[in-house]
C-alpha cells in the first residue's frame, strides 16, 4: 500500500511536467551495502533488498526506494525473524557535471520504516510490529549516464531513531534503464 | 511548473527534517528503572514447560547493555591485574504500542532473560538471609573462549576467582543454557557455596597444604552444570566389592592425606551440586531442568524418587564414599572424571533429599509450596555457613570415624531447621538412620545413636544422641 502512494506521486510529478523534459529510470539491478551494527555490539555490512526508479528533470532528480532487510536468530525451539521496510523518497541536485557521461549529485532525503517481529518458541508463536518512523538522510551521488543506460554508485548517511550507528553509512550501486 | 513542483518538495523534506524534532536515541537507550519486557519463562502451571510473559526488569541503568543494579554483562572478556573485562554486548529491542520491551533476537533474549533470574534469585537471597555473600552487580559472562578441557560449548559454569557466571556457546536446538531458569539457578547456588565454603577451607593448614599437590578444591573454583563424567559408579556392582575389598584391608585409623582430602573433594563437591540442584528445582518446581537444554546427561539428576530408585529420601553412606575413592584413587588416569562422577551422584541423593522434604513440610504444616521452600532454603545457608566455619577451624583428622557422612552433615542441617513435629523429625531422622550401602538402593538402617527430642522451651523437636539408659 504504502509503495502505491510512491507510485501515484511519481506519476503525478511526471505528469505535470513535459514528457521531453523528463527522465525515468528505472533500477532493477541494486547492490546496497549497510554498515550496522549486530547483535554482539560489532559491526558489519549487510546486504539490503533495493528496488528503486528516479526522475529527472534538468538537474533535478527526485529517487524513490524500497528497501527491505531479513534478519534471522535463534535455534529450532526459539527462533526470530525480523523484517524491516523503508521507502524513501530523495531529492538530488546535480551539483556538478564532470562531463558528458559523469555527473555528481547531492542530495536529501526522508522517508519511513517499520518493522515486524515473529518470535517462535516451540509450538508458539508472536507477531510484533511497529508503527511507521520517520528517518532522514543525505545522499552523495555519481551518476554514469549513457543513451538509455544509467549506472550510480550513492554514498548515504542514514539517520534514523532504532539504527545504530548513528548515522548509519550506506553504499548503493545501482544500474538502470532510463527512457 | 515543474520547478515550483520540485521547489515544493524540497521544502516539504526540509520542514519535515526540522520540524522532526524527535529524538533519534533509539526507545532502549532511554529507559532505565524498572522495564517491562516479554520473556520466556516458566510456567507455574506446567513446570515443565516455558511460556512467554510480560514481566518487569528491575533497577535498570541502561537497557541496550542490560546493565543495572542486578547484573552485569561481558562478552569476549579477558583478566586484567586480576579485574574481570570485557565487551558490553547490546542488546536489541522492539517496543509495543503498550509500552512493553520485546527482545528482537537471540542475544537480546538471552542477556534480558538472566538479567530477570539474576534479580530474582538477589531478591531470594535477602529472603534467606544471605544478601550479604553475593556483591552486586552479578557478573555474567557471555561469548567467551575458555581454557581448559570440557569448556568448550554447552555448558554454563560458575568461576569463583572472577565470581561470575559464565555461559558458554549453545549449539543445541533445544533451549539455550542462557533461558534455562533452572540451570542459572543452579549456577547462581554455586556463587553461595563457594564463598561460604569453598573460599573459608582454604584457611584450615590441611585444605591449604593439599591444595599446592592436588588439584585443589579451592583453585579449581569453577563449578558447570554438566561436568565431564563417565557412566553411574555406585551402581556397579565390581566396582563397590573392588572398594569394599580395598576399605577391609586399609588401617581405618590411619587413613593417607590424599584419601582424607579427596573423600572431602567429593563429598563437597557433591554437597555443592546436589544443593545447586535443588535450588534450580525450588526456582522452577522442575525436577529435570536441565533436560530442556541438555536432553542427555552422563548422570541421571532427576529429583525424583521413582528415577533413582528409592523408596524415600536416602544419602549415601561414609563407607560407599570412601571406598569409591579407593577404587578411583588407584587409576590415576581418570581420576578427575570418576570423582566428578561420584561427586554428581552424591549430590543427587542430597538434592533429593531437600526437594522431598520441602514437599513433605509444605504437606505437613498446610503451608504452601513456597512458603517451605523459603524454611528450608534458609536452613541450607545457614547449614552452609556454618559448616564453611566449622571447617576453616577444625583440626582435619586421618582417623575414618573422625571423617563427616552425609548423615553427620544431615544432623548439622537439622540443627539450623526449625522442625516442627515428630513426623517431621522421624521423616529427618529415618534419612539419618537408613542409607544405601554397596551398590544397591535397597536402605539398610546403619548404627545410629539419634532419636527425636521435643524441645518444649522453643516449642521444637531436635535429633540428638540418644541418652545412655
Known sequence: MKLNYFLVIFFIISSLCSAQELKVTLFPFNFDYRYVEISNGEYQFNQFKNLSFSTNYERHQLLLEHVEYQNSSGNQTINFDETTQEYHVSYLYEAHRLNSYFSLYLGLGSGFYNAKLVTRYLDQEITDKTNNTLFLSGLISLQFHFKFFTGQIDFRLLEAKDYRPQPTPEMILRTGFSF | ?469
Open chain 2, 1 to 469: 511548473m515543474t520547478k515550483i513542483i520540485y521547489s515544493l518538495f524540497l521544502s516539504l523534506a526540509m520542514v519535515t527534517t526540522l520540524s522532526c524534532g524527535k529524538s533519534f536515541n533509539p526507545d532502549s537507550d532511554s529507559e532505565k528503572g524498572k522495564i517491562r519486557v516479554r520473556l520466556l519463562t516458566v510456567d507455574p502451571l506446567i513446570p515443565e514447560k516455558y511460556k512467554f510473559e510480560v514481566i518487569e526488569l528491575l533497577n535498570i541503568f541502561d537497557l541496550t547493555s542490560l546493565s543495572g543494579k542486578f547484573a552485569r554483562f561481558y562478552t569476549k572478556a579477558y583478566k586484567e591485574n586480576d579485574e574481570l573485562k570485557g565487551i558490553q554486548p547490546r542488546a536489541h529491542f522492539l517496543k509495543t504500542k503498550s509500552g512493553v520491551f520485546i527482545p528482537k533476537d537471540e542475544l537480546s533474549t538471552n542477556l534480558a532473560s538472566i538479567y530477570y533470574h539474576t534479580q530474582n534469585l538477589a531478591l531470594w537471597d535477602q529472603k534467606i538471609g544471605a544478601e550479604k555473600i553475593n556483591t552486586l552487580p552479578r557478573k555474567i559472562i557471555l561469548n567467551t573462549q575458555i581454557n581448559g578441557k570440557g569448556y568448550k560449548d554447552n555448558n554454563a559454569l560458575y568461576e569463583g576467582k572472577t565470581d561470575a557466571i559464565i555461559f558458554l556457546k549453545y549449539t543445541d536446538q533445544d533451549l539455550p543454557l542462557a533461558l534455562n531458569a533452572g540451570v542459572f539457578a543452579h549456577e547462581y547456588f554455586h556463587s553461595l557455596f563457594y564463598k561460604t565454603i569453598q573460599l573459608k577451607i582454604n584457611e584450615n593448614p590441611f585444605f591449604k597444604k593439599m591444595d599446592e599437590k592436588i588439584l585443589a578444591l579451592s583453585k579449581n573454583s569453577r563449578s558447570g552444570v554438566l561436568n565431564i563424567s563417565m557412566k553411574p559408579l555406585l551402581a556397579s556392582t565390581e566396582f563397590t566389592n573392588k572398594g569394599k575389598s580395598i576399605l577391609a584391608k586399609t588401617d581405618l585409623a590411619q587413613l593417607t592425606e590424599d584419601s582424607v582430602y579427596d573423600y572431602f573433594r567429593v563429598l563437597l563437591k557433591g554437597y555443592n551440586e546436589g544443593i545447586a540442584d535443588f535450588w534450580g528445582w525450588s526456582y522452577t518446581n522442575d525436577i529435570n531442568f536441565i533436560s530442556h537444554s541438555i536432553k542427555e546427561t552422563p548422570t541421571n539428576r532427576t529429583l525424583e524418587l521413582k528415577s533413582q530408585n528409592l523408596e524415600r529420601p536416602a544419602l549415601h553412606s561414609k563407607s560407599e564414599i570412601l571406598s569409591s575413592v579407593f577404587v578411583i584413587s588407584a587409576d590415576p588416569e581418570v581420576k578427575e572424571v570418576y570423582y566428578n562422577t561420584l561427586s554428581y551422584e552424591i549430590g543427587t541423593r542430597v538434592g533429593l533429599f531437600y526437594k522431598e522434604l520441602t514437599n513433605f513440610v509444605a504437606t505437613n504444616r498446610k503451608i504452601s509450596l513456597d512458603e517451605a521452600k523459603l524454611e528450608v532454603s534458609k536452613s541450607i545457608f545457614q547449614l552452609i555457613s556454618g559448616w564453611g566455619n566449622d571447617l576453616a577451624n577444625s583440626q582435619i583428622s586421618l582417623n575414618y570415624e573422625d571423617l563427616p557422612s552425609p548423615q553427620d552433615v544431615l544432623i548439622k542441617f537439622s540443627k539450623t531447621f526449625m522442625i516442627k513435629n515428630a513426623i517431621e523429625c522421624e521423616f529427618i531422622l529415618n534419612a539419618i538412620k537408613f542409607t544405601t550401602n554397596n551398590s544397591t538402593t535397597t536402605l539398610n538402617q546403619i548404627a545410629n545413636s539419634n532419636t527425636c527430642i521435643q524441645n518444649e522451651i522453643e516449642n521444637k523437636y531436635e535429633i540428638k544422641p540418644k541418652e545412655n539408659d
